[in-house]
């Protein structure tokens, strides 16, 4: 079985082609950089006015360079979903000074950029280009998705969700959804698979959030996998997110914002997570997502940490372990999204 997995990250989309009969360390990896980095770069070498079409992705750098493009003077116009990469309120993006596409106006003299997180076309294009078969049975992507609902803001909705999903002790593996199980309001992977389906291929790809693909990922590690009670903890650019651990199944997990967060305080919180005593409170009011606990853990036998952040791991007294499943500290997410596609 030959299998794609695709981690969009904030600084960086990680991508693994994995064949079941060979080794997970001989598997093709790319790093490439996050699609809102080279899209917000195409503004920035635009001189006229925009017309953005496409789906909704991660928005990342895309709205402020919008901005700075309309502060010299251009015109920004969007179609409705795609101007859902802005704010998922149409009316607030509007706010902004954006326009909403209106089919009986002419745009030919705009400049056009097409959104989306995934591109699979460019991705075979690159790939033939190295004489690989672009062919796979399986296709698993992974994006980092709060979910939408009118009446919540997005960090209490997201933990409202992750709440919901961890009500009794679960396999990471679980938060993967395979078919007809994906909720409307993740827009994010509805908009991934929309994608996936717009270039051809049928079959549902398997999507996931990207902070549980990399703990997923992470119980895979040649450490991990020795041990019984620990912590996995994935610290990325803008969102922290931990997980207890025991008999395999998550028992506890908490997220918060990694700029809120220094060694004490990360320290504090894993030990507290580990024991049971930490309150979605106490994560909240910190300005984090927050908390939930189902049992504490027997001991920490050690955390393992992944994420372009994991650095901050070092400045805890924690004993601690930098996750590498299949060899690699970038492939943790991709690695997660395999083992979950191979369930």
């Given at each position: 079985m030959?299998?794609?997995a695709?981690?969009?990250?904030?600084?960086?989309?990680d991508?693994m082609?994995?064949d079941?009969?060979?080794e997970?360390?001989?598997?093709i990896?790319?790093?490439?950089?996050?699609p809102?980095l080279?899209?917000?770069q195409?503004i920035?070498?635009?001189?006229?006015?925009?017309?953005?079409?496409?789906?909704?992705?991660g928005?990342?750098?895309?709205?402020?360079?919008?901005?700075?493009?309309m502060?010299?003077?251009?015109?920004?116009?969007?179609?409705?979903?795609?101007?859902?990469?802005?704010?998922?309120?149409?009316n607030?993006?509007?706010?902004f000074g954006?326009?909403?596409?209106?089919?009986?106006?002419?745009?030919?003299?705009?400049s056009?950029?097409?959104?989306?997180?995934?591109?699979?076309?460019?991705?075979?294009?690159f790939?033939?280009?190295?004489?690989?078969?672009?062919?796979?049975?399986?296709i698993?992507i992974a994006v980092?998705?709060?979910?939408?609902?009118?009446?919540m803001g997005?960090r209490d909705?997201?933990f409202?969700?992750?709440?919901?999903?961890v009500?009794?002790?679960?396999s990471?593996?679980?938060?993967?959804?395979?078919?007809?199980d994906?909720?409307e309001?993740?827009?994010r992977?509805q908009?991934?698979?929309?994608?996936?389906?717009?270039e051809?291929i049928e079959e549902?790809p398997?999507?996931?959030?990207?902070?549980?693909?990399s703990?997923?990922?992470?119980?895979?590690?040649?450490v991990?996998?020795?041990?019984?009670?620990?912590?996995?903890?994935?610290?990325?650019?803008?969102h922290?997110?931990?997980?207890?651990?025991?008999?395999?199944?998550?028992?506890?997990?908490?997220?918060?914002?990694?700029s809120?967060?220094t060694g004490?305080s990360?320290?504090?919180?894993?030990?507290?997570l580990?024991?049971?005593?930490?309150t979605?409170?106490?994560?909240?009011?910190?300005?984090?997502?927050?908390?939930?606990?189902?049992?504490?853990?027997s001991?920490?036998?050690?955390?393992?940490?992944?994420?372009?952040?994991?650095?901050?791991?070092?400045k805890t007294?924690?004993?601690?372990?930098?996750?590498a499943p299949?060899?690699?500290?970038?492939?943790?997410?991709t690695?997660?999204?395999?083992?979950?596609i191979?369930g």
């Amino acid at each position: 079985m030959r299998i794609l997995a695709i981690d969009v990250g904030t600084g960086t989309q990680d991508i693994m082609i994995y064949d079941t009969e060979k080794e997970l360390e001989n598997s093709i990896k790319l790093v490439l950089p996050s699609p809102h980095l080279f899209i917000s770069q195409q503004i920035r070498d635009i001189e006229n006015d925009i017309y953005f079409e496409g789906d909704i992705m991660g928005g990342g750098k895309i709205k402020n360079t919008i901005l700075e493009h309309m502060e010299k003077g251009y015109k920004v116009v969007m179609e409705p979903t795609c101007a859902k990469t802005i704010r998922d309120d149409i009316n607030q993006v509007k706010s902004f000074g954006i326009e909403i596409a209106d089919e009986n106006e002419d745009y030919e003299s705009y400049s056009k950029i097409k959104l989306g997180d995934i591109n699979l076309t460019k991705l075979s294009e690159f790939l033939l280009g190295y004489d690989l078969e672009f062919d796979f049975d399986k296709i698993a992507i992974a994006v980092q998705d709060h979910g939408y609902n009118e009446n919540m803001g997005d960090r209490d909705f997201r933990f409202e969700k992750i709440r919901e999903k961890v009500s009794e002790p679960i396999s990471p593996l679980e938060f993967g959804f395979r078919g007809d199980d994906l909720p409307e309001y993740f827009t994010r992977m509805q908009s991934v698979r929309r994608q996936v389906a717009s270039e051809g291929i049928e079959e549902l790809p398997l999507v996931m959030d990207t902070k549980f693909a990399s703990i997923a990922g992470m119980c895979f590690d040649e450490v991990a996998k020795e041990l019984n009670s620990y912590i996995v903890i994935d610290i990325g650019n803008g969102h922290t997110t931990a997980a207890s651990i025991e008999d395999g199944k998550i028992q506890g997990v908490f997220e918060h914002h990694t700029s809120s967060l220094t060694g004490e305080s990360l320290e504090r919180y894993l030990k507290r997570l580990a024991s049971g005593e930490i309150t979605h409170e106490e994560v909240y009011n910190d300005h984090g997502h927050g908390a939930h606990v189902l049992n504490p853990i027997s001991e920490i036998q050690k955390v393992i940490v992944s994420g372009p952040k994991r650095e901050l791991i070092e400045k805890t007294n924690l004993d601690w372990h930098h996750a590498a499943p299949g060899g690699d500290v970038m492939m943790t997410g991709t690695v997660g999204l395999i083992k979950t596609i191979l369930g």
